[in-house]
């Protein structure tokens, strides 16, 4: 039922320059304009690696290992992907990694998105190509940890279910849609939705047609693929199935940066168009306003009509990083302490981070008052908070009314309780301060 061809990648032979050397690709110029948030997403995939496979360093001065050999899970490719043009950036097949579940939750299925940013310009998403994030051909085996564990005292409510992790190799969260091979005389491939379609065919035809519970998620820019994605995920399931969604870290805010310009907006425009993310994003949406708005996460939960669940902190160091104080807007680079981390700003950087926050709580009114609508939104400095065993559900996870995030998303999925949680602003919420990344 599971035949599937999975394979172990060597180690790219890109190199692997410390992260010092990766953040400063986070803002590059090139014809005047800044690219900032297309290498942010690789920066982020270096601290996933980093703190799974090294340790994660906890307040108290503690080591806690995060994974272990027995959680890696092996890599397997879309079969016939190639023939229907649903590839990576470099033209390679996209891919998957496969838990089966087992016991209750063999009909159970858990699908996640992977983050990682976006590319906006041919040249960033040609870099990207040759990268885990644009090329199956790097990519290699990955943790199952946090809301992918197989141990019930990590993940009580999912630990046996089926476990898929989408790999995100497009740039523009599994949305881009263009016929044409080369841009700009570049060899390039714009194929996130024809990638998504190829996925869910597969995972169909090996057990999710007949899935009992399914749950979509993502991370970053997976979050957002999984709000872009999530009512078709439930119009291709029984409809005896109880299918929801979740979002983690993937509530991208409209909000103009400190100098009052409109970054995050002008980045998603150049993605969407370059891209041809338009065919993939809300129909009524797009007949209101300039596609790149429908990008917007405030925008696409207005036309859900699945459940869906946001875990997001009011404080996402990656949000405050480039969409708030983007480097170009910080030319005296006031900010860098304050970005690194939170105990670092001053009271007059507090004030506007706790406007910031505000904002997010304002964009998230709609889905508050709705019934169906579940969320956790923390005060801790973070970004991407169930994919890890440490936030997820563990001694030291962050917590609201004692709950953590998995306590929180279970009563939600299984229809415990209503749960809305909404933490009071930083720095009250002592559970935070341990979930500091600097």
Not at 341 to 354: M, P, T, V
Not at 405 to 428: H, L, M, Q, S
């Amino acid at each position: 039922m599971f035949s599937s061809l999975q394979i172990r990648r060597p180690p790219s032979s890109l190199p692997n320059p410390p992260l010092r050397s990766i953040f400063s690709l986070v803002w590059w110029r090139r014809s005047g304009k800044e690219f900032a948030i297309a290498a942010a997403g690789v920066v982020i995939l270096v601290f996933i690696v980093r703190s799974t496979f090294d340790s994660w360093q906890e307040g108290s001065g503690s080591t806690r290992p995060m994974g272990s050999d027995s959680d890696l899970v092996e890599l397997t490719l879309v079969r016939n992907a190639k023939a229907r043009g649903a590839v990576c950036l470099d033209g390679s097949s996209p891919a998957y990694h496969l838990r089966k579940g087992f016991g209750s939750g063999s009909d159970s299925w858990l699908v996640h998105i992977e983050g990682g940013g976006w590319c906006n310009t041919v040249a960033s998403c040609a870099w990207r190509k040759m990268t885990p994030l644009g090329s199956s051909d790097r990519m290699d085996q990955v943790p199952f940890i946090g809301m992918f564990s197989s141990d019930q005292s990590q993940n009580p409510d999912f630990f046996n279910w089926n476990k898929v992790k989408i790999r995100y190799c497009d740039g523009a969260s599994l949305s881009g849609n263009v016929e044409s091979e080369v841009q700009n005389g570049t060899k390039i491939f714009f194929r996130g939705q024809r990638i998504w379609d190829a996925i869910m065919d597969e995972l169909l035809s090996i057990g999710l047609a007949n899935a009992r519970q399914a749950f979509l998620s993502g991370c970053s820019a997976g979050g957002l693929a999984t709000l872009i994605h999530c009512d078709d995920f439930q119009a291709r399931l029984p409809k005896s199935a109880a299918v929801k969604c979740l979002a983690d870290a993937g509530f991208f805010l409209d909000e103009k940066d400190i100098a009052g310009k409109s970054t995050m907006q002008s980045f998603y425009s150049d993605v969407v168009h370059l891209q041809g993310a338009k065919k993939s994003l809300n129909k009524d949406c797009i007949s209101q306003m300039e596609p790149s708005q429908c990008f917007f996460p405030q925008q696409i939960v207005k036309n859900i009509k699945t459940p869906l669940f946001i875990v997001n902190s009011a404080y996402d160091f990656w949000q405050i990083k480039n969409i708030l104080v983007p480097e170009s807007s910080d030319p005296n680079h006031d900010w860098v302490t304050c970005k690194q981390n939170i105990h670092g700003c001053n009271s007059k950087q507090i004030e506007i981070l706790q406007g910031f926050r505000i904002a997010l709580l304002n964009a998230l009114s709609g889905l508050e008052h709705s019934k169906d609508a579940g969320m956790f939104i923390n005060s801790c400095f973070i970004h991407c908070q169930t994919w890890m065993a440490n936030t997820w559900h563990s001694l030291d996870s962050p917590r609201i009314k004692n709950k953590t995030i998995a306590d929180t998303v279970g009563n939600w999925f299984f229809n415990r309780r209503v749960e809305k949680e909404i933490d009071c602003p930083y720095p009250c919420n002592p559970t935070c301060f341990k979930m500091v990344f600097d």
